[in-house]
């Protein structure tokens, strides 16, 4: 996949000698959160702990709202996010004094995934997703035949991510538009391997879940374009893919990705020197992991973020949101500091 062509190296400096010093001198960094953020935090750290082997990063997997849980509660110095902190998770940080730096790092594509021999399910519309995800549709919408007519009359069966997932948050803002409410009478789980391996191994499986773990098992696995019914998004159904991220067209169903950062964390040599590490290193790796990268003018504002140490969400607290710009909020918040 090809990489944004950007000499971060300038930012970088600038942002230590705003916010930090950049120096190595041992400790520890505690991660967790996202599976779905998981494989760039893990290529990211791995790479880190070759540059400065004594700074131990842990990275952990309890989902988006697991994470978000330990990092409020103040025992995590960094969550992975697969959506914007919601309004509850930021309660309960401001109540623990948990200063955050909010940090987009990537976009993904969720997507509509289906066995390899199912003939009759070529596309999808979001009115039959939500068709088949509303919570009224639990226990009534069980067959195939009932999402489009001419599909056959099998029986349906439905897989997703877990609820303390971020993936979960934002396709059930996207589809059902309530963020956490859909039936529950599916397969779900934290762990995306599991989804893949569940809807690879049966024919009447229809699934959700990150575009990485369908791009790394695409002979497994058959991906349905969405038509979101909007021609200004693109005409007819769109597949996923690292071009109809980039030009908008996959939509609702394209959606940035996250870490954040304890301002208090920040105090420790270690963890400033691993953060310093991601910016200037961390976006490189994004295409190589399997995820789109970011608009090219997006990173140095977001790393202009970090070094002036600005504190919050772009999002305001309010989770997921479906359809925005990282680029043009990031552009937004520099008109509002008069920059």
């Not at 990092?71 to 955050?100: H, M, W």
């Not at 973020?305 to 520099?334: C, D, N, P, Y």
């Amino acid at each position: 996949m090809q990489q944004p062509s950007l000499n971060l190296s300038t930012w970088i400096l600038g942002a230590c000698a705003i916010a930090i010093a950049c120096e190595k001198g041992g400790g520890t960094v505690s991660v967790d959160g996202s599976s779905t953020v998981f494989p760039i935090m893990k290529a990211v750290a791995s790479e880190f702990q070759k540059f400065e082997p004594t700074i131990k990063v842990g990275v952990a997997v309890s989902g988006t709202g697991g994470g978000f849980a330990k990092f409020c509660a103040g025992t995590t110095d960094i969550s992975n996010a697969s959506r914007p902190i919601g309004p509850g998770e930021a309660e309960l940080c401001a109540k623990n004094g948990v200063e955050y730096v909010e940090l987009p790092v990537a976009y993904d594509a969720l997507s509509i995934l289906v066995h390899p021999k199912n003939d009759w399910a070529n596309d999808i519309t979001t009115d039959e997703l939500a068709k088949i995800w509303d919570p009224a549709a639990q226990g009534t919408v069980t067959n195939w035949s009932q999402i489009r007519a001419g599909w056959p009359d099998k029986p349906l069966h439905l897989y997703g991510a877990g609820t303390d997932s971020g993936t979960y948050d934002y396709f059930t803002e996207a589809i059902v538009h309530k963020e956490h409410s859909s039936r529950s009478d599916y397969t779900s789980s934290e762990d995306d391997d599991a989804l893949v391996k569940g809807v690879a191994g049966d024919e009447l499986a229809l699934g959700f879940f990150g575009y990485l773990y369908y791009a790394a098992n695409e002979e497994k696995l058959k991906a349905l374009p969405v038509d979101d019914g909007n021609p200004e998004n693109g005409a007819g159904p769109i597949a996923p893919a690292p071009e109809t991220v980039r030009d908008g067209t996959y939509q609702p169903l394209s959606r940035p990705l996250f870490i954040y950062v304890a301002k208090a964390s920040l105090a420790r040599p270690g963890v400033d020197t691993f953060v310093n590490f991601y910016l200037e290193k961390g976006w490189k790796m994004v295409g190589n992991v399997g995820y789109m990268p970011l608009p090219i003018d997006a990173y140095p504002m977001a790393i202009e973020r970090f070094g002036a140490g600005r504190t919050g969400s772009l999002f305001h607290g309010r989770g997921s949101q479906v359809g925005v710009s990282i680029a043009e909020l990031l552009r937004m918040e520099k008109r509002e500091q008069g920059e």
